[in-house]
């Protein structure tokens, strides 16, 4: 009944196919981090950001870099 929550394996993109992006809502201010297909337009949502340090871990997991995230609304 009680048991452990797995982690998510972190699953790869492709840097030619994907754009890192992170969505804001304008009412909630709730964040979401995933990846935007550069040619349909679909986003792949990966973690929902609650703090700088679900950011960061987001950055680390992926080896992203602060400038590469676009941020949309």
């Given at each position: 009944?009680?048991?452990?929550?797995?982690?998510?394996a972190?699953?790869?993109?492709?840097?030619?196919?994907?754009?890192?992006?992170?969505?804001?809502s304008?009412?909630?201010?709730?964040?979401v981090a995933?990846f935007?297909d550069?040619?349909?337009?679909h986003?792949r949502?990966i973690?929902c950001i609650?703090s700088q340090?679900?950011?960061?871990?987001?950055?680390?997991?992926?080896g992203?870099?602060?400038?590469?995230?676009r941020?949309?609304?």
């Amino acid at each position: 009944m009680f048991w452990k929550k797995k982690e998510a394996a972190v699953q790869t993109f492709d840097r030619e196919k994907e754009i890192p992006v992170i969505r804001s809502s304008i009412c909630t201010g709730e964040q979401v981090a995933g990846f935007k297909d550069k040619n349909s337009g679909h986003f792949r949502e990966i973690m929902c950001i609650r703090s700088q340090a679900d950011r960061d871990r987001f950055l680390s997991d992926y080896g992203i870099g602060e400038a590469e995230i676009r941020k949309e609304w």
